[in-house]
Structures are given as structure tokens and as C-alpha cells.
């Protein structure tokens, strides 16, 4: 389990296809956790138009066996700049691989689109209910005023 990209010179995948997420082994398995993920910036393109769509992304997880490398996650989300999907497949489908691959307690992902043609759409995943006792604290993405 070495990570591909920890310490070593990466770019950007061409797609989320191509991405290589790496997992190493939580450091505190017999803890149950929560680790967060926030990326404030994430783009796609509209799979119609081809333009640009933004989102603020929020991923919290409670490991198992694994933890993502963050540096490969940056990677993986950054390889959604130049892929064309709808919002509900790029947070759906980013929720599911990391679930798949991982496979953590649980997983919820929040994607908090910005508006395109005057109307924001949030899209939101979760792997089930949480573990008991798993502190979940409010995403803290505010509703649409602004996005700010």
C-alpha cells in the first residue's frame, strides 16, 4: 500500500477515470472518527453546454482499515475539470468511488453547486446511517445567498 503520489512529482489526470486515489492505513483503527474534506473550488463542465460549473464540496468520512491520501484526492477531484457531467453524477459518482475503494465506516458527500441559469442545485450522498456515536457536525456550507 505505497501511495503513487506522496513525496513524488504528480499531474493532473486527464479524467477522473484515469485518477489513481491511493489509501494507507488509518493510524487509529480501533477509534471511530470522522475526517473532513472540503473543497471550496471544485469544477466540471456541463455535459450540454460545455461551460464551466462550480461547486463546494464536502466529504466526511469515518475511516476503517484506510484513510484517502489527500494529495491523490486533490488530484482525482482536480481531473473533474475538464469532464462533463451533470452535478448529480459528479457528487453521486465521487461519493460511490470513494465508498467502493476505501470502503470507510461511512461516507457522505455534499456538493453545493453554484447557480447556472439563476438556480443552485445541492446534491447529496451518504453509504447509510452513521456509526453510533460519530460526531456529524453541520457541513457548514450556508443556504444559497451567495455562496459565500
Known amino acids: 500500500m505505497t501511495p503513487m503520489h506522496l513525496g513524488q512529482t504528480s499531474?493532473?489526470?486527464a479524467s477522473p477515470e484515469?485518477?489513481?486515489?491511493d489509501y494507507v492505513p488509518n493510524p487509529r483503527p480501533a477509534q471511530t472518527y470522522l475526517v473532513r474534506f472540503t473543497q471550496p473550488e471544485f469544477t466540471s463542465l456541463c455535459p450540454v453546454t460545455g461551460q464551466p460549473d462550480f461547486a463546494?464540496?464536502?466529504?466526511?468520512?469515518?475511516?476503517?482499515e484506510t484513510i484517502v491520501e489527500s494529495k491523490s484526492l486533490?488530484?482525482?477531484?482536480?481531473s473533474f475539470r475538464n469532464h462533463a457531467a451533470f452535478h448529480e453524477d459528479c457528487t453521486v459518482g465521487i461519493g460511490e468511488r470513494l465508498f467502493r475503494e476505501m470502503q470507510p465506516q461511512w461516507?457522505?458527500?455534499?456538493?453545493y453547486w453554484y447557480p447556472r441559469g439563476g438556480m443552485p442545485i445541492?446534491?447529496?450522498w451518504?453509504?447509510?446511517?452513521?456509526?453510533?456515536g460519530l460526531w456529524l457536525p453541520d457541513q457548514g456550507v450556508a443556504p444559497y445567498r451567495g455562496r459565500g
Not at 18 to 21: P, S, W
Not at 56 to 64: C, E, F, G, N, R
Not at 107 to 111: S, T
Request: overall charge negative.
Open 11 to 13: 499531474t493532473l489526470p
Open 18 to 21: 484515469e485518477a489513481v486515489l
Open 56 to 64: 463546494h464540496l464536502v466529504i466526511d468520512y469515518a475511516p476503517a
Open 74 to 78: 486533490k488530484l482525482f477531484l482536480g
Open 107 to 111: 461516507l457522505r458527500i455534499g456538493g
Open 122 to 124: 445541492d446534491v447529496f
Open 126 to 132: 451518504q453509504s447509510g446511517a452513521a456509526p453510533a
